[in-house]
């Protein structure tokens, strides 16, 4: 008879069940430890049961004086080991990974940096932008005539003039700024494959964290819904909605502004980016994403960086009293390395121990946090900028790119509304490209170090193209009102004002729908976080 038969005819109660399972769980143990346990429960079992245990669990060899116990080697004991094995090299795959993660320790040990994933920043992935003339046309900008006035001739964007000028209408926004709505065309032509974005495509939705639904009618900017979980989720919301309406506002009289309705996401990483969404970026698989300005070309609510163009204003004065040649001669880079551990480490790694080496973390739990702290403008006392993306883009590098110095990337992987005007090789050239390993770095930055006029044409273009043409607060009003006239073109429905409105002899209007921007920014936070639902 084998165990389990003789332990369903015993005559004991459901004690000796449970006694036996604890008597089988000494299996590993020696012979004395399975007989030290059967001593002590002797009391519970019958001694013919005992024994035809054990001589299931052990082989008796009898001997002169002594019987002798082997252990046997059962199949299940073999199953037993190996998943115990398994599930401990699973837990510590587990903490390696967590660790490797969350520790903002500068070394690793080999195995935690091994099975640490890359995770959102896979370093296979990177976008290749494919917008080569859109330079060359901004530098020989369409002459306006028909914007001739009495001080000048033809019109020709000016950044003196023209770089905080909300108002430039449609000709002057696409002569000042080609190349600056490639994502928009981009995304036109997806929905034209794919069909016009219905009512039902925006219903669909199921507003998650960061998610905003909009809707702009007679000119006028409405918020309908709201999904803001946290403080820092409503003061994004609420720059890129101010962002929105100073565009509107800012539009000239003959401009049009049609009425539209819309989603966007405030989020680093879009919950449901399969649908037709506004996004602060993309990456090249995310199609149905429409890209807007990050919350950052508004304003930040820490006072060391402010508004965008502020930023702009405090790096000219400082490199009106430290030009070029006076700039330290290093790589700078500070951030957090788990934001994107493995991406970032990588970028320190490379870097370390090198001559033309600043790059450092941030701990903001560190006692020294200020004094390893660069702001924006601080950065622009180096010649060469690192920059490395985070859990998705990273918003610093437009504020990097305000300096006049050249900015070292690895290929990226997320795209934002004005990457399309990178360029890394020829006359144009405007940053310098590595791999997303860092791996090419030292060679990039000794090049860049044994030839000083190269450097300073990389930095000299990334200035004229982008804190003095695609970083401007015109470009940024351009950019959303184009956006605004390019998504109506693709709207399968008309936006309505109030909801059950009946057409006859009596126009009869049941509930208006969403409330004004002017209004929405006066609610308590509480209020503005889950719009409509805590205004009831």
Not at 176 to 188: H, K, L, M, N, S
Not at 467 to 480: I, P
């Amino acid at each position: 008879m084998d165990l389990d038969s003789l332990l369903f005819h015993t005559t004991q109660t459901h004690l000796v069940l449970r006694t036996a399972s604890q008597l089988l769980a000494l299996v590993s143990a020696n012979h004395s430890r399975v007989l030290v346990a059967a001593n002590l429960l002797r009391f519970r079992f019958p001694r013919s049961l005992l024994t035809a245990m054990m001589e299931k669990l052990w082989i008796v060899e009898e001997r002169k004086d002594k019987r002798m116990y082997r252990r046997r080697c059962a199949g299940t004991d073999v199953l037993t080991f190996f998943f115990v094995s398994t599930c401990a090299l699973l837990f510590l795959l587990i903490c390696s990974i967590l660790y490797g993660t969350r520790t903002e320790s500068p070394t690793l040990p080999p195995l935690v940096r091994e099975v640490m994933p890359a995770g959102r920043c896979l370093c296979e992935f990177s976008t290749n932008f494919a917008c080569d003339t859109c330079l060359d046309c901004a530098a020989n900008q369409v002459v306006l005539g028909q914007n001739a006035t009495e001080e000048a001739d033809n019109w020709l964007f000016s950044y003196k003039r023209d770089k905080n000028n909300y108002g430039l209408d449609e000709a002057q926004c696409d002569s000042a700024f080609p190349g600056q709505y490639e994502d928009i065309e981009r995304a036109v032509k997806v929905r034209k494959r794919w069909g016009k974005v219905t009512e039902a495509d925006l219903s669909s939705f199921d507003l998650t964290k960061g998610m905003v639904r909009a809707m702009i009618y007679d000119r006028e900017l409405y918020i309908v819904e709201t999904f803001l979980v946290d403080n820092i989720n409503r003061q994004k919301a609420l720059a890129s909605l101010s962002a929105m309406y100073r565009a509107i506002l800012a539009a000239p009289p003959q401009s049009d502004i049609p009425n539209i309705e819309f989603i966007f996401s405030v989020e680093d990483l879009p919950a449901q980016p399969t649908k037709p969404m506004w996004s602060l970026a993309r990456r090249a698989q995310d199609h149905n994403l429409w890209l807007i300005p990050d919350f950052g070309f508004w304003s930040w609510d820490m006072p060391s960086i402010g508004t965008l163009d502020e930023v702009a204003n405090e790096a000219i004065q400082r490199e009106s009293v430290e030009p070029w040649d006076q700039k330290t001669e290093k790589l700078v880079w500070r951030g957090k390395i788990t934001f994107a551990p493995k991406l970032r480490r990588a970028l320190l790694d490379a870097a370390k121990g090198k001559p033309w080496s600043d790059v450092g973390q941030l701990k903001w739990t560190d006692p020294n946090f200020k004094e390893q702290f660069l702001g924006p403008v601080d950065q622009c006392n180096y010649m060469f900028i690192a920059h490395a993306e985070g859990r998705s883009y990273s918003g610093s590098l437009k504020y990097r790119q305000l300096c006049r110095s050249v900015i070292v990337s690895h290929k990226l992987q997320w795209i934002q509304h004005y990457h399309y005007l990178f360029r890394s090789n020829g006359s144009n050239q405007n940053f310098v490209e590595v791999e997303r390993d860092f791996s090419d770095l030292a060679p990039a930055m000794e090049d860049l170090l044994d030839h000083p006029e190269k450097a300073k044409r990389i930095a000299d273009n990334n200035v004229q193209v982008f804190r003095e043409r695609y970083l401007t607060q015109a470009a940024e009003a351009c950019y959303w009102r184009k956006l605004i006239r390019r998504w109506k073109d693709v709207m399968a429905w008309e936006p309505v004002l109030y909801q059950g409105v009946e057409v006859g002899e009596h126009l009869r209007r049941t509930q208006k729908r969403g409330v004004r921007y002017e209004t929405f920014m006066l609610y308590e936070q509480h209020t503005q976080m889950e719009w409509p639902k805590s205004g009831r």
